[in-house]
């Protein structure tokens, strides 16, 4: 089973992932929590640290992913369930170097590496920030950057068997509602 959770930012996405996750485990399998942001500034450190409280004795097992998704194939038991937070993080290390360079290419290898990790997993759940809706222009990287991410989620959304967009702590199915259905305790 593949979940795709797309949603605005501070919007519950990242909880209702948590706990979607967690109710698709086993006994005899791991959890994993694919954290991928490297965090550049007090408020990202800030959230990373309400990400690690909310979920601590939850059963998940933090895998540094920051690059090179395809590593964690390597690095875990693929028959647990891995919930990647998220796909916006990882976009952006792969694309924006630390030397300042800008790898414009960068959204083809996430795209096909994710997909990849999604065909080599039994579980998961992807986490994405559907940012790239507002009529407003951004500078060009920002752009490129947008439209990369939307092109990396439109692919991920067809490996997936569910599809949930996350809006103001609402959550609408586009894909896969019976799935959902299954699951209704993760709404409670």
């Not at 999604?118 to 507002?134: G, P, Q, R």
């Not at 103001?168 to 305790?185: A, Y």
């Given at each position: ?15 209702f992932?948590?706990?979607l ?9 791991p ?17 990373v ?17 920051c690059?090179?998704?395809l590593t ?8 647990g ?15 924006f ?19 990849e990790?999604l ?7 992807v ?12 500078d ?7 439209r990369a ?9 067809k490996?997936?068997?569910?599809v949930i ?9 586009h894909?896969?509602s ?7 305790h993760?709404?409670?």
């Amino acid at each position: 089973m593949k979940v795709f959770i797309s949603g605005g930012n501070k919007c519950g996405k990242s909880m209702f992932a948590q706990r979607l996750s967690k109710s698709m485990t086993s006994p005899d399998a791991p959890l994993y929590y694919l954290a991928t942001m490297i965090p550049a500034d007090d408020e990202d450190k800030a959230r990373v640290s309400r990400h690690q409280k909310e979920r601590a004795g939850w059963g998940f097992e933090t895998v540094e992913a920051c690059r090179d998704i395809l590593t964690v194939v390597d690095r875990c038991d693929t028959r647990g369930v891995f919930l990647l937070d998220s796909v916006t993080a990882l976009l952006s290390n792969e694309m924006f170097m630390p030397d300042g360079h800008i790898d414009a290419s960068a959204f083809r290898r996430v795209t096909e590496d994710l997909s990849e990790f999604l065909t080599k997993v039994a579980k998961a759940v992807v986490v994405s920030d559907f940012i790239y809706s507002d009529a407003y222009h951004y500078d060009q990287f920002t752009e490129m950057y947008r439209r990369a991410l939307a092109y990396i989620d439109k692919h991920i959304a067809k490996h997936c068997s569910v599809v949930i967009e996350a809006c103001c702590g609402v959550i609408i199915t586009h894909k896969g509602s019976n799935f959902l259905k299954d699951h209704q305790h993760v709404f409670d």
